[in-house]
């Protein structure tokens, strides 16, 4: 795994409007690399930050659309349209705006989908559809046979929680302890809706880059504690890194906890 990179911005819309040229410039790169590229969103303030200074970018007609996996690191087990489920969220930031390919955007069921109130079922089913489109060339996950392997992501956004939470990994609960499965139901969250569906830490080490994004000062404690060398089940969002790369992006406000040397004068 990665050692954690730290880029610090002025503020969120700086930080936001950076994130998306970054990303646009990581999927062009993984478009002309290997013909497609794939993309774990979040949900959240900074997750839809970014996904509406993606919609606003210039440069956004550089990708093609048609060639982009999308998946989802977590949802809220919610009907199909709630306005809180993070599926619906993006397509009214960025996604009902590009010409992207159904069949390669992959939402997390609604509650009032298939698999009706029935989180876990939900949960295997996503997780049935990573293993599906796992080539051999794809990082197989710590997870066994009944896990399945999910893709090399080229890149898992997650949004960072003031708990320290990221996905619907919450510290403690049953989800941040799984190590077999990659994707799980989660019951009895710490904050509403208490259903949630998730991918869990393994599937998110799959990834070849994780960015974790936090703004605000109600994130400072989150980001010094999961950049203190703390463990992964008190302080989810220190077990979240990629193969290749972990770069936490952040604003001023949520570095102010962090030791000044931890990042660069000049990411700021």
Known sequence: MSTPQVV??????????????RLITKIVDAQSARGSASVVLTGGRNGNGLLAALAEAPARDAIDWSRLDLWWGDERFLPDGDPERNYTQAR??????????????????????PFGHDADAAAEAYAAELTAVAGPEHYQSAATAAGGAVPSFDVLLLG????THVASLFPELPAVYEQERTVVGVHGAPKP??????LTLPAIRAAREVWLLAAGEDKANAAAIALSGAGEVQAPAAGARGRSRTLWLLDEAAATQLPRDLYPPASS
């Open 8 to 21: 610090v911005h002025r503020d969120k819309e700086l930080m936001a409007k950076a994130a998306a040229a």
């Open 193 to 198: 809706p208490p259903t949630r569906i998730s």
């Open 160 to 163: 960072v929680g003031p708990d």
């Open 92 to 113: 009214e930031v960025l996604l009902d705006s590009v010409p992207l390919d159904p069949d390669r955007v992959h939402p997390m069921a609604p509650s009032d989908g």
